[in-house]
Every structure is written in C-alpha cells, then in structure tokens.
C-alpha cells in the first residue's frame, strides 16, 4: 500500500520543480495535467493559483483611459496593434478624446460616458481634449 501512494504523489513532485522560460520564472506547481504545461508552453505563474499562464490568456484586449480631475490617467499607453481603448469619462464636465492628425474625433463624452477606438495600424496618437487644451495623451501601438 505504501508503495502505491508513492507512484500516485510521484508526479506532482515532478511537476513542482517546472520552469517558465519565457518569463525566467518558476511555477510552485504546474497545471497538470495540462499538456501545454509539460510542453513549457506557458508565461507566467501566478501566486493565488500557483499556476502556470497560457500565453493566449495573457493577450490583452483592451485598456482603459480614465478621465478625471481634468486629466487622462494614464496619459501614455503602449499597446500591441489590434487593442481596443476604452476612455471612461469620471469627470462631472463632458471631454473629448480628439487624435491631432484627426484620424479619430469621440465627440462630447458626457460623465459617466465612455468613447471607443481599436488600433490596428503601428504608430503613435497624440490627442487632446478639444474642450481643454491643457488635458493631452499619447497611445503608441506597437
């Protein structure tokens, strides 16, 4: 009986030492028996799960700028080609989000509103509010 319990625990042991090389991290334990986690075919471990990251979960597919206190926070952002923006507007005072070259104009986004766009061509997009030329941001697709 005992050596049955070691053949049955044997595995997860093996599993525990696995690396994750894309990222030079180690998981605690893998995600057995996920097949893509014996391949190394993952990025990251998590802490709450102990638990290797398909790479496809960590696309991201959007990002969200907010407006508030008459600013766009983050002002900066960096995303892949393909990512949506998501600009949420907190402020009591209706913005806009305008690109200077004047590929993209949200019109008035009232509080409480939101204005989308989906970047699918490398560059960078400056915009400013056409309401308050002190508020800018910048989104660089990559």
Same mark, same amino acid.
């Given at each position: ?82 990512? +949506?923006?998501?600009? /949420? ?6 913005? *806009? ?5 004047? !590929? #993209?104009? %949200? &019109? ?5 509103? +939101?204005?989308?766009? /989906? ?6 997009? *400056? ?5 308050? !030329? #002190?508020? %800018? &941001? ?5």
């Amino acid at each position: 009986m005992k050596w049955l319990m070691v053949l049955i625990l044997f595995p997860t042991l093996v599993f525990a030492g696995e690396t994750c090389p894309q990222v030079g991290g180690q998981c605690r334990e893998a995600c057995a028996p996920d097949e893509a986690a014996e391949k190394g075919e993952f990025l990251d471990c998590t802490e709450k799960q102990q638990c290797c990251i398909p790479r496809e979960a960590s696309k991201i597919l959007s990002i969200v700028v907010l407006i508030d206190q008459f600013a766009f926070s983050p002002d900066v952002i960096r995303i892949k080609a393909g990512t +949506e923006v998501v600009w /949420k507007n907190k402020d009591s005072s209706g913005h *806009t989000v305008s690109a200077e070259d004047g !590929s #993209f104009n %949200s &019109g008035t986004i009232t509080q409480g509103g +939101e204005f989308k766009m /989906k970047f699918t061509r490398p560059g960078t997009y *400056t915009y400013t509010c056409d309401m308050h !030329s #002190f508020m %800018s &941001g910048r989104v660089v697709v990559e």
